[in-house]
């Protein structure tokens, strides 16, 4: 897709999806953190009905801590995958303390390092706490932009590489938000809604396909 009709597509996202934001409740760095990790292969609105019990407790690394593996297994079961969540959060929350001063890093290098954080997770953190321009590429992200032609790439790493590069970076996070949202609601996996998208004008799967259902 070329230079002007890329930022076509931005504008028009940007108008469709004026009040785009992170999906995920949160008040402070840490929640975040935490709320992304559960993310991972789970929906946010689950993690929301999760944190919101769990943060009355333990929402601080120093909080966190004082549970067990087992104990903070049994809050967060249903995000699945809990056992691996349960290892990582606890541990990433006492690294976070003894590394850290208590506060959640905000470079990529650092997020890196922490269990069970990945770029993806890392951007989200960097991008929606800390106000840092990122593009965090989730399966929304990812198949968005490829079929509508704003990055291709086979891998997430690609994919964010490509869209850093064709996106002003001041337009980094909230294109990031409007992907998703785009995603979610009619370029869905199985069988986008070609017929009502704003987008479709500009769109290479549309154009090249003779029936716009999916054939993933």
């Not at 292969?41 to 549970?67: A, F, G, H, S």
């Not at 069970?116 to 965090?136: D, E, H, M, Q």
Request: net charge positive; charged share 25%.
């Amino acid at each position: 897709m070329n230079k002007e009709n890329i930022n076509k597509v931005l504008k028009i996202l940007s108008e469709t999806y004026p009040n785009a934001k992170c999906a995920l409740n949160f008040n402070s760095p840490y929640e975040l953190l935490v709320s992304t990790i559960l993310s991972a292969q789970c929906t946010d609105k689950r993690v929301n009905v999760v944190t919101e019990n769990l943060y009355k407790e333990y929402n601080t690394p120093e909080k966190m801590v004082t549970l067990s593996e087992e104990e903070l297994e049994e809050k967060i079961r249903s995000c699945g995958f809990y056992k691996n969540k349960s290892k990582n959060i606890l541990e990433t929350s006492r690294i976070i303390l003894s590394e850290h001063n208590g506060k959640v890093p905000k470079t990529m290098e650092e997020l890196n390092k922490l269990p069970g954080v990945g770029r993806k997770t890392a951007n989200v953190v960097l991008s929606n706490a800390f106000g840092i321009p990122a593009i965090a590429v989730d399966t929304h992200v990812f198949r968005v932009s490829n079929r509508i032609g704003l990055a291709k790439g086979k891998t997430p790493e690609q994919v964010e590489k490509e869209l850093m590069k064709n996106i002003p970076k001041h337009m980094w996070s909230d294109t990031h938000h409007y992907l998703i949202w785009h995603g979610r609601n009619i370029c869905k996996a199985r069988k986008p809604d070609c017929e009502k998208c704003p987008v479709a004008p500009y769109c290479e799967y549309f154009a090249g396909a003779g029936n716009p259902e999916d054939k993933e």
